[in-house]
């Protein structure tokens, strides 16, 4: 099986027919035809269904499809790294993280390297999801939950989880509500699949309490704008925004905080540069939300 093959076969996909696949990717027609019935007699099976002169994905290429983009996404990621390698350059290195993770600690972080250290990307990843990418376009996998042992990992920080509520609010000259107070209140939480959202259910829980969920969402942004907007207190480990007071939620076992782990490969050719980015972002963390978030300081 050729990557040139798979290419052609994604092009047929996203162009939607044989002649504006063979236009994209500058070879005649009937060879691009030729190629995809090679294809298709290597795999054994069809991947399109044949509709007089449309092709739409037979049930066979649907379930190829994230195979095909997942190979040729690793060819040329592979392609860039050799090059660079070669070249002598820094790694491209991409970093799989949930949205928060990425506003507050990825992207600060990268604005302060240099041009010298390896060149960040990310991928949004929810932390469900975010160590399955490793292999597949990330090289670096930051969640709430410890790694599987089979990777090389690290924890990174210990980061509080907040409730926030504009400055009108009357629990606003507090500085921190308990789980019994906050169940009272229309919340503004996360969705089921972020690590905030599970470590706060749980905390409930916990406490023998039922919570007024007035809106779940995906952004964490949201949940604060709509705080502000009077709608009630958000539930979120993100920084403050939107003038928002923070209120640190209490248990009986003490603030509620998540925690965040990296993971990467250690067989990847870079392993001791992705260790090392590992160590620098759990010391950004600490420099920039004090030496309480360390998780040495939890262990």
């Known amino acids: 099986m050729e990557l040139r093959h798979i290419r052609y076969f994604l092009a047929i996909v996203e162009t939607g027919s044989t002649v504006k696949a063979a236009e994209r990717e500058l070879v005649a027609q ?87 250290d390896p060149f960040i990307t990310v991928r949004e990843e929810l932390p469900a999801t975010a160590y399955a990418t490793l292999g597949r376009g990330a090289d670096l996998a930051i969640s ?18 907040w409730a926030y509520l504009p400055p009108t609010h009357p629990y606003a000259t507090r500085t ?49 704008a709509l705080a502000a907007a009077g709608h009630g207190i958000a539930v979120v480990s993100d920084d403050p925004r939107y003038g928002l007071r923070a209120l640190a939620v209490l248990t009986p076992q003490g603030s509620l905080a998540i925690d965040l782990y990296a993971a990467w490969d250690p067989t990847h050719y870079a392993a001791d540069t992705l260790a090392t980015l590992a160590d620098d972002l759990a010391s950004y963390c600490v420099i920039t939300y004090g030496p309480d978030v360390s998780p040495s300081v939890h262990v």
């Open 30 to 116: 009937p060879s691009l035809s030729r190629q995809l019935r090679r294809l298709e007699s290597e795999l054994g099976i069809d991947l399109f269904v044949r509709d007089g002169g449309r092709l739409h994905l037979s049930a066979a290429g649907e379930r190829f499809l994230p195979i095909a983009r997942d190979l040729i996404a690793r060819s040329r990621h592979a392609q860039t790294t050799l090059r660079d390698l070669a070249a002598g350059r820094p790694p491209r290195l991409t970093v799989a993280a949930p949205p928060t993770t990425i506003a507050d600690v990825i992207a600060p972080f990268i604005a302060t390297t240099t041009a010298a």
């Open 144 to 161: 709430t939950t410890p790694p599987p042992r089979h990777l090389a990992g690290r924890p990174l920080a210990h980061l509080p989880i």
């Open 176 to 224: 921190h509500i308990t789980v019994a107070d906050l169940v009272s209140e229309p919340l503004l939480l996360l969705t089921a699949d972020h690590g905030t959202r599970r470590r706060f259910d749980h905390a409930v829980l916990d406490a023998g309490h039922r919570c007024d969920i007035a809106f779940e969402t995906t952004v964490p942004q949201i949940a604060q």
